[in-house]
């Protein structure tokens, strides 16, 4: 199974969350690109972030993952 993973800093969300696991997702899609075979897949998109407990708390990264999800080939 291939997997990419996207990321963006905690500075990429100085406007909103959204657009932080924005540029996770473009940053995994681009990756994507060159490491899938060209055609049509089925693929899973994973979001997460990593946090730092504190008080206030904050994220230190957005994370967005992109692995296969074909379906494997009939016996």
Do not use: C, W
Request: glycine content about 6%.
């Amino acid at each position: 199974m291939k997997k990419v993973h996207g990321r963006a800093g905690h500075d990429a969300a100085r406007r909103s969350h959204s657009e932080a696991f924005d540029q996770a997702l473009d940053d995994a899609l681009a990756q994507a690109s060159s490491g899938f075979d060209k055609g049509t897949h089925k693929v899973k998109i994973e979001f997460r972030a990593e946090m730092e407990v504190t008080n206030p708390g904050r994220i230190q990264s957005y994370v967005v993952s992109i692995s296969s999800d074909d379906d494997p080939p009939d016996s």
